[in-house]
């Protein structure tokens, strides 16, 4: 048997690293952090002591986005340090305090947003060691006055957890290690959950056992429900594609590479929903994912076959490389059976959408102009960016079959994202408002608070706007 390699679940301590935020008391003696915008660099060094000014002049520090320098006290001991944010005012920047070996540290001046900059230092000290157990440090940070130490704590780890399974290989995250995170998440904070598989799977949702048919690894559907009842019904769809070959139409080499985060959909929805049920949320809280290994073999689903989905919709399939929005079809046809208030999903969909807005800004899609402003908004409160766009009716006409009900892919080689979209909405009717995210879950460049490789994007700017509509 394979090895499995059970995911980290939250409030992990990695390598050695002290991942925490105190309160002013837990800490005798603290160096203060000052943040220093490029252009505000000479006249805040100005502002130092003879000897302080000197140093840092010496030193050469300017600012620059990044920057990091300890000035000594008289008896060698860091005094204060002086942190560089560029000219953009990065929140995370405070993440660049993880260069230390250790320390306790506290924000001084120039914190424009505090508790940004006290998350920025936890998700920087993010590392994923499964596989290469890094140098062991002991770090902290003072929390500033008026941060809710609890809950920057509670976002951090649901980021953590969210990187975690988009970074572990997909030898180790098939669907059913999948699960195993979901039912542990769900031991945790009380939920229950249910898996379909096997004859019920192919009955009840023929779309994601096509998708999977292939694989040595059968498909499953995750279903978790936690809360009252009675509550506002709040579901989550995640595509839970634990690795895309693009089945026989197979991607390169290139586009493969990568496919492991082809489940951050999955990821983004156990994330969100680690939050909402530490928290307390007042919602009725249901999560589907539908977990799946796009394989190749005898059993691939093929170009042109007609599938039947849980919707009863024929489905002609157009390409086999679009068993995302499959995936999630019947997902979302179970989800809209019981008219929840509000209906959102997760996925890794579509190049389209990269092409469009690149891998820092996940595509929104929604017919709610009221509830796509406030999650916009939210984005910008936290710095969890987003970007609307249209779900335009005319290229409904594009995803016409002869043969079948629908096409799952369009006609035209233009607007992608689009189009996934409107296939998705004809599996939607009764939620009060269904909100679609295409998203690359991928940093592939290292910034501040940001590693390269899995990320969790959107979830942030959820649970801030869930938080403002239903109340902690």
């Known amino acids: 048997m394979p090895r499995r390699v059970a995911p980290r679940l939250p409030h992990r301590k990695q390598s050695g690293v002290e991942v925490v935020i105190v309160g002013r008391h837990e800490v005798d003696r603290s160096a203060p952090v000052h943040a220093v915008p490029k252009h505000e660099a000479a006249r805040f060094i100005g502002r130092l002591s003879s000897e302080h000014a000197t140093f840092a002049r010496l030193n050469g520090f300017e600012g620059a986005s990044g920057q990091l320098l300890a000035l000594p006290d008289a008896a060698g001991r860091i005094a204060m340090v002086l942190l560089g944010v560029g000219d953009d005012d990065d929140p995370f920047a405070t993440a660049a305090l993880t260069r230390f070996p250790d320390g306790a540290f506290a924000l001084g001046e120039g914190w424009s947003e505090p508790t940004l900059g006290a998350l920025g230092f936890l998700l920087g000290l993010y590392r994923f060691d499964n596989y290469a157990p890094g140098k062991a440090k002991t770090l902290r940070l003072v929390a500033p006055d008026g941060v809710d130490v609890v809950d920057v704590r509670r976002i951090a780890d649901a980021v953590y957890l969210t990187r975690d399974l988009i970074n572990t290989p ?173 209906l959102i999903d997760f996925s890794t969909l579509t190049g389209a959408a990269r092409v469009a807005l690149g891998p820092d800004l996940p595509g929104l899609f929604t017919r709610d102009d009221g509830v796509a402003e406030e999650i916009a908004l939210a984005g910008e409160d936290v710095a969890d960016p987003m970007w609307r766009l ?19 892919i369009s006609s035209q080689p233009f607007a992608g994202a689009t189009t996934a979209a409107l296939f998705l ?39 801030q706007w869930l938080g403002q509509r239903y109340g902690r």
């Open 170 to 342: 997909a030898n180790d995250l098939g669907p059913a290690e999948l699960a195993d995170a979901a039912q542990a998440l769900a031991r945790k904070h009380g939920a229950k959950v249910d898996i379909t598989d096997g004859e019920a799977l192919e009955n009840g949702f023929p779309m994601i056992a096509a998708v999977g048919a292939a694989s040595a690894r059968p498909p499953l559907l995750i279903d978790m429900t936690w809360g009252n009842a009675d509550a506002p019904k709040l579901t989550l769809v995640g595509k839970g594609v634990v690795f895309d070959t693009g089945g026989l139409n197979i991607k390169p080499d290139r586009a493969m590479l990568l496919m492991k985060k082809d489940m951050g959909g999955a990821a983004q929805a156990l994330g969100l929903a680690q939050m909402i049920m530490d928290c307390g949320l007042p919602v009725r809280l249901r999560v589907l994912i539908g977990a799946a290994e796009n394989a190749i073999g005898g059993a691939a689903f093929r170009p042109g076959d007609v599938l039947r989905s849980r919707k009863g919709l024929s489905v002609e399939i157009g390409n086999t490389d679009a068993e995302g929005r499959l995936v999630l079809a019947d997902a979302l046809a179970l989800a809209d059976q019981e008219s929840p208030e509000l």
């Open 390 to 408: 249209p779900l335009w009716p005319r290229y409904e006409k594009w995803l016409k079959s002869s043969i079948a009900d629908i096409n799952h």
């Open 425 to 463: 909405h004809r599996f939607v009717e009764n939620a009060g408002a269904y909100v679609h995210f295409d998203l690359f879950a991928w940093n592939a460049e290292e910034r501040p608070g940001r590693p390269k490789g899995g990320e969790a994007q959107t979830i942030r700017a959820l649970y």
